[in-house]
């Protein structure tokens, strides 16, 4: 009890022990996985960076053209009444202009002027035909290769000034097949004709009308042609195109187009800033054509109405003897006149706005309060001239209504003429300040900048898989965490010997008579750790009830037989005559090791068909005898419970110094539960990788149900980790067999 407390107390500190490890980051392991994975990594980052290549090099180039406008201020309601700019401030902001370029108003006419709506493109080899036709410099036509006449190679060309398609034909277009001396054929996409026709002459059938006024193509070139619905095309150009400011409250806009053709992305800009522009012209033009004809309608009621003021002032004068001004009534004379001028003038400018902006409008309102303010000072200087004698007064009434009219008058036919000027000689406030150009070379796709990233991703990617299938690989491949999480020692690590590939192999071609790995290589690295197992094998047989030592593992291929054998031999070495037992009566193997039949074996001696002179076998090696299967029974584990199994046993117990058994997987059948009740030490063999913590704790398990303490785990084909890995032994020599995932027998 006090035993398994000590124990229980030991796993109770190994587990906590092992929580806190799993807390922390171990840098080492991090950059040993990096450097153990680092040819998938290369391989990743490498097809990245070909694919990066490639992507570079068949890219559509695509061009960026621009214009650059000037916005000037201009004054808002008439063109011409300049003096109205502070009050109304029409100023076309930047914003709404932008939107204007981008209607559909502009860009509408732009597709229509350009014949937007149809797309008339060489057809290409998929992939990379496209890059191998800009690739050609020449004046001519460049040559079919690969025996594909119907692809273009570089140097086609068409116009196509209109086509018309029924609507059963404009979702997959059609093509264009070049003919003899500039004829052409148009077919369907399954490559039934629909018309026959020649360059420069517009050909129509059933509904297709095409007018092809240049073709540059070998004969048999096919072109793709299609034709998308006018709204569509514009839709598009107004997602393509961008306008914006040169920084804020500049006027100045920018035009820019990206596209595949250098000519026609700068064509479409200019035609795009040339309509503003007119646009901008025309809307100038009708503003001072409204305004002349407002003025027009006033003029002669104003003049009327100075005729009449002028012939009543002459009448009240010649009645009264010519009576003159004051100086005091003179200068309310010129106040009034001045205020009542500004009135008149707010009247028109009101009579105008009004036709564009309501009452609640802001512009309207403002006017509306400078207009009560004027009223209001004229009031004042009204209720001073009442202080004049009553002849003062008329003549001040008579003289004020002369002026003020005549005054207006003036005003309207000044800006009569202004507005004819304008009319006559319009000039928008937008102006090209350059035309459209297109650089020289490609904005996209940037080379250097996608095989960089191509690179980067690569190996970002590369760095992911690498983690993610270690994080996803559950098999245990620290010793330490074995020991930390069942409380069991790992007795022995055993390194993975790419010697026993080559051993097999040599047995295979006939080189080699055995592939007993000890007998051949003794300073290999595995038998190294076997010998490292036989010193600490010795201090447990000194604890265990008997000198029967059983090898089991939880599943098919972790070793056992390789394992087994090779032990065997390590211990008959040092001078101890071993007994090696085949007990897997399955699939055991270890027959085929020393050459030898199955039969007599276990099988037989355990029924009594024969004795154990007859089913003991030498080997041919010193101090090493061998028990093999036998033939193998229908009923292996009901075999081993036999009493005969448990007798012969302790007979082979007193005549040898060690007996090893080898048995079947602990969790595939129960034959190692049966033998391990008889054997005084029993280890369980796990292989590097293979085992997950839950299995190493069913193994466990199942041993302790069935009354049998594991003495220890012995923990097969170790791999060194390279560079800051936990377990790397190269520099003993060992490390070129290390990276062999050799599966062991």
């Known amino acids: 009890m006090a035993n398994e407390a000590s124990t229980t107390g030991n796993t109770i500190n190994n587990n906590q022990g092992f929580d806190q490890s799993e807390n922390e980051i171990d840098l080492s392991e991090l950059i040993g996985t990096l450097i153990e994975a680092k040819w998938l990594i290369s391989i990743i980052a490498g097809v990245f960076l070909v694919a990066g290549v490639f992507y570079a090099l068949v890219a559509t180039p695509i061009y960026q053209a621009d214009a650059v406008l000037q916005i000037e201020e201009k004054s808002g309601g008439m063109p011409g009444l300049g003096d109205l700019s502070d009050m109304l401030a029409t100023d076309a902001l930047a914003a709404t202009e932008i939107e204007i370029i981008k209607s559909r108003n502009i860009i509408g006419k732009a597709v229509d002027k350009l014949n937007l709506t149809i797309n008339a493109q060489p057809d290409y080899l998929p992939i990379i035909g496209a890059a191998i036709a800009r690739r050609h410099s020449g004046a001519s036509v460049a040559e079919s290769s690969f025996g594909m006449g119907g692809y273009a190679w570089g140097g086609e060309r068409i116009q196509l000034q209109r086509l018309v398609l029924p609507s059963y034909l404009i979702e997959d277009g059609v093509v264009l097949v070049t003919g003899k001396d500039q004829q052409y054929t148009l077919t369907d996409i399954d490559g039934e004709a629909l018309l026959t026709g020649s360059v420069g002459e517009v050909a129509s059938t059933n509904g297709v009308e095409v007018f092809v006024s240049e073709l540059v193509a070998r004969e048999g070139t096919e072109f793709n042609l299609s034709q998308s619905s006018r709204i569509d095309a514009i839709n598009d150009l107004q997602e393509e195109i961008k306008v914006s400011e040169n920084g804020k409250k500049t006027g100045i806009l920018r035009i820019s187009l990206d596209g595949e053709s250098p000519a026609l992305v700068s064509r479409i800009i200019d035609s795009v800033a040339n309509l503003y522009l007119r646009q901008n012209v025309e809307r100038m033009s009708e503003e001072a054509e409204s305004g002349l004809k407002f003025l027009q309608k006033q003029l002669p009621l104003i003049k009327d109405e100075m005729e009449a003021a002028e012939i009543e002032l002459n009448s009240y004068r010649m009645s009264k003897s010519s009576v003159d001004l004051t100086l005091e009534a003179q200068s309310l004379l010129d106040r009034i006149i001045t205020i009542e001028a500004q009135l008149a003038e707010l009247e028109v400018k009101r009579a105008d706005i009004s036709k564009k902006y309501t009452d609640v409008h802001p512009i309207m309102i403002t006017l509306v309060n400078h207009e009560a303010k004027l009223k209001e000072q004229l009031e004042k200087i009204n209720s001073r001239a009442h202080g004049l004698p009553k002849t003062q007064q008329e003549i001040l009434r008579l003289s004020r209504d002369v002026e003020v009219a005549t005054t207006i008058y003036t005003q309207l036919l000044n800006k009569v003429q202004e507005l004819k000027v304008a009319k006559a000689g319009t000039v928008g406030n937008v102006r090209i300040i350059d035309t459209a150009l297109t650089a020289e070379k490609p904005i996209k796709p940037k080379k250097a900048m996608i095989v960089l990233l191509s690179l980067v991703l690569g190996i970002f990617l590369g760095i992911a898989v690498a983690f993610v299938r270690r994080a996803m690989?559950?098999?245990?491949?620290?010793?330490?965490?074995?020991?930390?999480?069942?409380?069991i020692p790992v007795y022995a690590n055993i390194p993975l010997s790419i010697k026993q590939v080559l051993l097999d192999k040599d047995v295979a071609d006939g080189k080699a008579k055995h592939t007993i790995l000890c007998e051949h290589d003794p300073?290999?690295?595995?038998?190294?750790?076997?010998?490292s197992l036989r010193t600490n094998l010795h201090f447990a047989l000194l604890e265990a009830k008997n000198n029967i030592v059983m090898i089991t593992g939880p599943a098919p291929g972790v070793g056992k037989s390789f394992v087994s054998t090779n032990f065997a031999h390590t211990i008959a070495q040092s001078g101890q005559r071993v007994l090696l037992i085949d007990a897997d009566m399955r699939k055991g193997h270890i027959n085929k090791e020393y050459d030898m039949t199955r039969s007599p074996g276990l099988s037989e001696l355990i029924t009594g068909e024969a004795d154990k002179k007859i089913a003991v076998r030498n080997t041919g090696f010193e101090n090493v005898d061998v028990l093999t299967t036998g033939n193998m029974p229908p009923n292996p584990s009901e075999l081993l419970m036999h009493e005969n199994f448990e007798k012969y046993l302790g007979e082979f117990s007193k005549d040898y110094d060690l007996v090893l058994i080898d048995t079947p997987p602990l969790l595939a059948v129960t034959d190692a539960a049966v033998i391990g009740r008889l054997c005084g030490t029993t280890f369980v063999l796990l292989r590097y990788g293979v085992h997950s913590m839950a299995e190493i704790h069913a193994v466990t398990k199942r041993l302790r149900q069935n009354s049998i303490e594991p003495r220890g785990f012995v923990f097969n084909a170790l791999q060194p980790r390279k560079?800051?890995?936990?377990?790397?032994?190269?520099?003993?020599?060992?490390?070129?067999?290390?990276?062999?995932?050799?599966?062991?027998?």
């Open 473 to 487: 690989n559950k098999g245990v491949e620290d010793p330490d965490s074995i020991e930390k999480n069942i409380g």
């Open 523 to 531: 300073k290999d690295q595995a038998i190294e750790g076997l010998r």
């Open 723 to 745: 560079g800051y890995g936990k377990y790397g032994y190269g520099k003993y020599g060992y490390g070129k067999y290390g990276n062999y995932n050799y599966e062991y027998k």
